[in-house]
């Protein structure tokens, strides 16, 4: 029921920021739980945020501290903020919405996904 699409990624070196974004094309449920996930080549896709109906996120331990998970319902946007990037960082980057307490995976939709590479 929902049409992801992520932008926003891009190169760069370690230590630096970028800013991804995820729109809702067609459709948006405040009430749904969004997280972003990403996958690097050869890996399995993991979590990295999570904010649920109410605004309350949490992240992976990999990342806490850098990275910081928002949206916007009136924009209709889904952010994820990253900073302090690391080469471990390099994946491909995807946003979901669901619903559920194990990283929204009810009815979970998922976004085409953005590239992001971090160069030591």
């Known amino acids: 029921q929902v049409q992801l699409v992520e932008s926003g990624g891009g190169s760069v070196q370690a230590g630096g920021s970028l800013r991804l974004s995820c729109a809702a094309s067609?459709?948006?449920?405040?009430?749904?739980?969004m997280a972003w996930f990403r996958q690097a080549p050869g890996k399995e896709r993991e979590g990295v945020a999570i904010?649920?109906?109410?605004?309350?996120?949490s992240y992976a331990d990999s990342v806490k501290g850098r990275f910081t998970i928002s949206k916007d319902n009136a924009k209709k946007n889904l952010y994820l903020q990253m900073n302090s990037l690391k080469p471990e960082d390099t994946a491909m980057y995807y946003c979901?919405?669901?619903?559920?307490?194990?990283?929204?995976?009810?009815?979970?939709?998922w976004g085409q996904g953005t590239q992001v590479t971090v160069s030591s």
């Open positions: 067609r459709y948006w449920y405040s009430n749904y739980c």
């Open positions: 979901a919405a669901g619903y559920g307490g194990s990283w929204c995976q009810i009815r979970r939709y």
């Open positions: 904010i649920d109906s109410g605004g309350s996120t």
